[in-house]
């Protein structure tokens, strides 16, 4: 793999990660909740921010900014990110307690600041797909072309794209409000545009009883067409996702080296990329909601459920955290070597 395209991976990566938490952070803050740090990656801080000063390779136990004040960071493993409502300190007799508002908050406020996350990142993939959809939407779409079938009746009259049809047979497009099957109508077709070269007109057989065109959308054709496409990959990850862990498919597990090696194969063509980053992102938010472990958005909905049936402000999920974090580092080291063992098969 190529250094420039790791490197456009972590930053996709970085970037989806942080719409991500900043939705978790503007939720908590929506409701009150001041929280203490907010992270890209994992592990050693490289660079802390706080109060317009710069903290470089802070230690631990030796920071220089102050705790109790949210402070931001980008960290040394950029495969994830967080935001830490509560920040462990030590009490006067030298136990380690969480300080923070966070455990002490309706559970439904918690359900709502867990929630964010993933909203946020389908919202990010809605428009990145809108975007994707952008050259086919027009302001002014009737009868402008942006699609010709090759040896279509379009393409033998000599319609082009960007060309604008005007009319079928003397009737105005505009007026026509299906325009598909009228055309499917016709036996004979007069078809009037206009190109560079001003207005164009000619009759010809219908006998495929279809011209061979797309026509641009209006913008809210465009957003209802995005939605459609939008709901059918929701539901298709959804599906694969039940598929591999019901089944334990793991052939079908992938990972960030398999996505770097997707990124790696679709940077040459801006469209495919816009692809990949659609589909991680709605990996990402449907895998968070998912996932029932306490570490992960879905499980802290599963938790504050039950204390919301149990009527308790919070449940202790310490020991639960070490598990949930436990099989997370298993699944990362499981799609490593299946990500590893995909490349390599693939250039035996």
């Given at each position: 793999m190529a250094i420039l395209h790791i490197i456009i991976a972590i930053f996709a990566f970085g970037f989806l990660i942080?719409?991500?938490?900043?939705?978790?952070?503007l939720a908590a803050r929506a409701v009150g909740v001041k929280p203490k740090e907010f992270a890209i990656g994992f592990g050693r801080s490289l660079i802390a921010y706080q109060r317009k000063k710069f903290y470089f390779l802070p230690k631990k136990g030796e920071e220089k900014y102050n705790l109790d004040e949210i402070s931001y960071h980008i960290k040394l493993l950029p495969l994830g990110g967080y935001v830490l409502f509560e920040r462990p300190v030590k009490n006067e007799k030298g136990e380690?307690?969480?300080?923070?508002?966070?455990?002490?908050?309706?559970?439904?406020?918690?359900?709502?600041?867990?929630?964010?996350?993933?909203?946020?990142?389908?919202?990010?993939?809605?428009?990145?797909?809108?975007?994707?959809?952008?050259?086919?939407?027009?302001?002014?779409?009737?009868?402008?072309?942006?699609?010709?079938?090759?040896?279509?009746?379009?393409?033998?009259a000599g319609i082009e794209v960007k060309d604008r049809i005007t009319s079928f047979n003397n009737k105005p497009v505009k007026s026509i409000s299906n325009i598909s099957k009228y055309v499917t109508s016709q036996d004979k077709l007069c078809i009037k545009w206009k190109n560079q070269d001003g207005s164009q007109k000619k009759c010809v057989e219908n006998n495929e009883k279809k011209i061979g065109v797309t026509f641009s959308m209006s913008l809210w054709q465009g957003i209802v067409f995005t939605a459609d496409g939008f709901g059918n990959l929701i539901k298709q990850y959804t599906t694969a996702f039940f598929k591999v862990f019901l089944h334990l498919d793991i052939m079908n597990f992938n990972g960030p080296i398999g996505?770097?090696?997707?990124?790696?194969?679709?940077?040459?063509?801006?469209?495919?990329?816009?692809?990949?980053?659609?589909?991680?992102?709605?990996?990402?938010?449907?895998?968070?909601?998912?996932?029932?472990?306490?570490?992960?958005?879905?499980?802290?909905?599963?938790?504050?459920?039950?204390?919301?049936?149990?009527?308790?402000?919070s449940i202790n999920t310490?020991?639960?955290?070490?598990?949930?974090?436990?099989?997370?580092?298993?699944?990362?080291?499981?799609?490593?070597?299946?990500?590893?063992?995909?490349?390599?098969?693939?250039?035996?």
């Open positions: 942080f719409f991500h938490e900043l939705f978790h952070y380690l307690e969480a300080k923070g508002d966070y455990q002490k908050i309706h559970p439904l406020k918690r359900i709502f600041i867990a929630v964010a996350g993933p909203i946020g990142n389908f919202l990010l993939a809605f428009v990145l797909m809108f975007t994707l959809f952008s050259p086919y939407i027009s302001l002014n779409p009737a009868g402008k072309v942006i699609y010709v079938k090759e040896h279509s009746i379009a393409d033998k996505t770097v090696d997707a990124i790696q194969q679709s940077v040459p063509v801006w469209q495919n990329f816009l692809g990949i980053l659609i589909l991680i992102n709605i990996a990402l938010g449907a895998a968070n909601l998912l996932l029932p472990l306490s570490v992960t958005d879905g499980g802290k909905i599963i938790i504050d459920i039950i204390c919301l049936l149990r009527r308790q402000r310490t020991y639960l955290d070490i598990v949930s974090f436990g099989l997370m580092a298993c699944l990362f080291i499981l799609t490593f070597f299946l990500d590893m063992h995909r490349i390599i098969e693939r250039f035996l």
